[in-house]
Nanobody, 122 residues
Framework: QLQLVASGGGLVQPGGSLSLSCAAS????????IGWFRQVPGKEREGVSCSSSSGDSTNLADSVEDRFTISRDKGRNTVILQMKNLKPEDTAIYYCQAYSRSDCRGLSLGSWGQGTPVTVSS
């Protein structure tokens, strides 16, 4: 399996900003679509944002429109999720995942790992 590690989570106040990083081990992320997902413990995992291998990006959830931005730092072999105007309902464990499909759907190619927790609270 491809190994991906999500990091950068933490505690942030409502309305604040936070950036998460997805790092690859042993392969280049340029060849894959990379998606960010989030999950509240006990709830179903939700797609957040997707970056295709061709460089196109799209939000997977209406709730993050105009607030979350996905981008690639090719020099560091990472994919970044920039989150702004965070809301308490954004609180979740965030994961990144690799896909062969450009829409970040279908068969996941890597392990989900432990993710990185984001808590939005005052």
């Amino acid at each position: 399996q491809l190994q991906l590690v999500a990091s950068g989570g933490g505690l942030v106040q409502p309305g604040g900003s936070l950036s998460l990083s997805c790092a690859a081990s042993g392969f280049t992320l340029d060849y894959y679509a990379i998606g960010w997902f989030r999950q509240v413990p006990g709830k179903e995992r939700e797609g957040v944002s997707c970056s295709s291998s061709s460089g196109d990006s799209t939000n997977l959830a209406d709730s993050v429109e105009d607030r979350f931005t996905i981008s690639r730092d090719k020099g560091r072999n990472t994919v970044i999720l920039q989150m702004k105007n965070l809301k308490p309902e954004d609180t979740a464990i965030y994961y990144c995942q690799a896909y062969s499909r450009s829409d970040c759907r279908g068969l996941s190619l890597g392990s989900w790992g432990q993710g990185t927790p984001v808590t939005v609270s005052s």
